[in-house]
């Protein structure tokens, strides 16, 4: 049975049900903690957390990871979201299977760097026979635990939605291909590496049929249910103008709300769609970066967290972020709720919180999120003994609201993903090179 032991931690955020921060390390064996704080003297693996501050894995809850390759578009770049979507669309379009799987590798791997143990990924798209797996075998090569969606269009320009006709499928196919992916790839089991989720893109992009259609399909096969929601005040306006209410009504009506259920955005929320998201028990993937970036605005999110709704974290698509640094997300958190609120609106310790056992809240895994006896073994070490956090008084604190930091060491289901800075299982310079390669192909 193998074993992994993390000692001499400075300190090591538990995010357990009391939020304790203790001395020493951890333990586990065969994937699973079985030890926090006093741990034994030896294992299989061991790391030297000396000068270290050890975290549950960051959980990352919305991303678009083919967009790696598109980061930075000049035409993009100072649009708004229906704008920016138009832009780029006809250049997703000549993507493939090959710049899928890149793309994944690159925006998984910067993901992995930045601490995060899982990742959900939200692929609305397929064209030249793009599959979902695509996405699924690229996650395999880094390591990380991978939620992907199988996300849809099926509304394009000619009926009056926002994607080309070209990028859009039938309905038909959609629900067909949705089983396909669940059938091969789901796994419900605790620790499970692949989850795979039902993600019809947008109000704006799918039939009210889909989307109905889409929550049954997922409620009979047991997984979870993802889309974009009240991303911005074009949002609101369209959810007005063609059904006649507000985002939240428009999912409730169609069966999206629920604990199985997390939408992305939510920066329009208004103070009756936060109480059905409370009360549904509902989840909202917070996509800060990406949300300044297009001038979507500032997210309720403490009028949420105060409500009771789940809050997690996303990094959201590359082009329009664009990066995928999910520590650096935290940090964007906490300065946006305080911008809206005051200083005293959110500390380092509750960004933490909403980064780790929020994800894993969100994405349905209560076997994750937090290092207590019995949970899986993913979690990060991060060094603060180094120039981003010198002078520092308070290195938890400090991994917030100093840095940029990247993870030192990265397990996940007790395995490493990242050792001493550096990712075990790929070389990083070669998809780099690749991912490079085929950017410059779409860009010609």
């Known amino acids: 049975m193998a074993t992994v032991l993390v000692k001499n931690a400075e300190v090591v955020v538990t995010m357990d049900g009391a939020r304790r921060e203790v001395s020493g390390g951890v333990f586990a064996r065969d994937g699973v903690i079985e030890a926090v704080g006093t741990v034994p003297e030896t294992a299989d693996t061991v790391i030297d957390a000396r000068g ?12 678009h990871l083919y967009q790696t390759l598109t980061r930075a578009v000049p ?28 793309s994944a590798q690159v925006g998984l791997a910067e993901l992995a760097l930045s601490g995060c143990t899982m990742s959900s990924d939200h692929l609305y798209l397929f064209p030249n026979g793009v599959r979902l797996e695509d996405t699924i075998e690229a996650a395999a090569t ?49 620790g499970a590496m692949v989850r795979v989720g039902l993600a019809p893109c947008s109000p704006f992009s799918v039939s009210r049929e889909l989307m109905r259609d889409s929550a049954l399909l997922a409620r009979d096969k047991g997984v979870m249910l993802h889309t974009h929601l009240a991303e911005n005040d074009e949002d609101i306006a369209y959810s007005l103008e063609k059904f006649g209410v507000r985002p939240g009504q428009y999912a409730e009506d169609l069966g999206w709300t629920g604990a199985d259920v997390w939408h992305a955005h939510c920066v329009k929320l208004d103070a009756q769609e936060i109480d059905l998201f409370a009360r549904t028990g509902t989840g909202v993937a917070h996509c800060p970066c990406s949300n300044c970036r297009l001038g979507s605005g500032i997210a309720p999110v403490r009028a949420m967290r105060d409500a009771g709704v789940k809050v997690a974290l996303g990094v959201d698509g590359s082009a329009s972020n664009d990066s995928g ?94 050792r001493e800075g550096h990712l075990t299982g790929v070389e990083l310079g070669a998809i780099i090179e690749r991912q490079n390669r085929l950017a410059k192909a779409l860009a010609e």
């Open 52 to 63: 270290c501050v050890v975290t549950p894995g960051l959980v990352n809850t919305h991303h």
């Open 75 to 102: 035409n993009g770049q100072d649009a708004l979201l229906f704008g920016w979507l138009q832009t780029l669309y006809p250049i997703w379009a000549r993507m493939g299977p090959e710049e899928m799987f890149v």
């Open 142 to 190: 880094i390591g990380l635990r991978f939620h992907p969606t199988r996300g849809s269009m099926s509304i394009g320009e000619s009926d009056g939605g926002l994607p080309p006709d070209s990028l859009v499928e039938n309905e038909a196919a959609i629900l067909e291909d949705s089983i396909r992916v669940i059938d091969a790839f789901h796994d419900p089991r605790d």
């Open 325 to 418: 640094h999910l520590l650096a997300e935290a940090r964007q958190a906490l300065l946006l709720q305080r911008v809206a609120n005051g200083a005293d609106a959110m500390s380092a310790r509750e960004t933490l919180e909403i980064a780790t056992r929020g994800g894993a809240e969100v994405l349905g895994r209560p076997d994750l999120g937090s290092l207590e006896v019995g949970k899986r073994a993913d979690f990060a070490v991060w060094d603060v003994s180094g120039l981003e956090a010198a002078g520092s008084w308070d290195p938890v604190a400090a991994l917030v609201l100093c840095g940029p930091f990247n993870v030192r060491d990265l397990f996940v289901e007790g395995r490493a993903v990242v």
